[in-house]
């Protein structure tokens, strides 16, 4: 298994720009979720979905939107980017809510706005 | 989800136990002790999680206090490798595990 995969590593976006961060696993789990997390600070919760279909806001939604057509795909979409979205993008991905099924996290992308 | 408190930063010797403390005084009676543990700049992964038993895994052992407010999470043997962030969670059992806060995290340096 790959696990969970996150596209692109690195990208240095303009201000005003959008663009799509891709995030796929291959464990068929249920439970996906977007943290951003800014230097030297915990993760916030952006989004998550429950399956496919099903989306919810987190703690930092605004700026965000997400989709859920399947079950292993999981894209967060930033329309006109801000200064203020520059952070490391963490996609993670869990089989249950039940304790013991926990949470496998992505490589992360590190976004710049400049 | 209860709050929790850790220290900023600890340093250990290589080849010592690296003991983390976390305190949740507020944590309920339904609520699980998670750590998580995050080597620079990659995604964090799970160590070891308990309610009110110590726990232990190949990973770490989890010692959790008779009252519940506090535990702390060895390492046995911390090697270089283990110098990371570690994160301390609390959680309702029946709680999307998306939903849990991730403070700032106890910066572990293991020093040889």
């Known amino acids: 298994n790959a696990g969970v995969t996150q596209t692109p590593k690195f990208r240095i976006l303009k201000i005003g720009q959008s663009m799509t961060l891709q995030c796929t696993q291959d464990?068929?789990?249920?439970?996906m979720y977007w943290y951003r997390q800014d230097p030297g600070m915990g993760l916030k919760l952006i989004y998550y979905?429950?399956?496919?279909?099903?989306?919810d806001k987190g703690e930092v939604p605004n700026g965000y939107n997400v989709s859920r057509s399947t079950t292993e795909d999981f894209p967060l979409r930033l329309e006109l980017a801000a200064p203020s979205q520059t952070s490391v993008y963490f996609c993670a991905s869990s089989y249950s809510m039940r304790p013991g099924y926990e949470q496998y996290f992505g490589p992360g992308t590190r976004l710049t706005v400049t | 989800d209860a709050k929790t408190t850790q220290p900023t930063s600890m340093d250990c010797a290589e080849g010592r136990a690296a003991n983390l403390p976390c305190n949740h005084s507020t944590i309920s009676g339904n609520e699980y002790v998670y750590w998580y543990r995050q080597i620079h700049s990659q995604g964090p992964q799970y160590i070891i999680h308990?309610?009110?038993n110590n726990e232990t895994n190949e990973m770490a052992s989890l010692i959790i206090t008779e009252d519940r407010k506090s535990s702390t999470l060895i390492l046995p043997h911390a090697t270089l490798r283990d110098t990371a962030v570690y994160y301390c969670?609390?959680?309702?059992?029946?709680?999307?595990?998306?939903?849990?806060?991730f403070g700032d995290g106890t910066t572990l340096t293991v020093k040889p």
């Open positions: 979905s429950v399956g496919a279909g099903i989306t």
């Open positions: 969670i609390v959680r309702p059992m029946n709680t999307n595990a998306g939903k849990s806060t």
């Open positions: 464990m068929n789990h249920n439970y």
């Open positions: 308990g309610l009110k």
